[in-house]
């Protein structure tokens, strides 16, 4: 079953929000060399949504 969602309840101000790629980094425990990527791509700052959308990350395997 589905159901409508008012886009206008969705709140759009967290993915707007402006941060600096190295906070980003360190936040999501990224490498250094997907910071110079990030960095190259965006710059300084970005907007939480791009870099969310941007980042890769490699998988975290435990034996």
């Known amino acids: 079953m589905s159901s ?5 309840s969705i709140d759009q101000k967290a993915l707007k929000e402006v941060i600096k790629v190295a906070d980003f980094v360190n936040r999501y425990r990224l490498t250094s060399d997907e910071q110079l990527r990030l ?5 300084t700052f970005a907007t939480k949504q791009e870099l969310l ?4 990350r490699g998988p975290v395997c435990r034996y």
């Open 4 to 8: 409508h969602i008012d886009t206008a």
């Open 39 to 43: 960095t190259e791509l965006f710059g």
């Open 53 to 56: 959308m941007n980042a890769r």
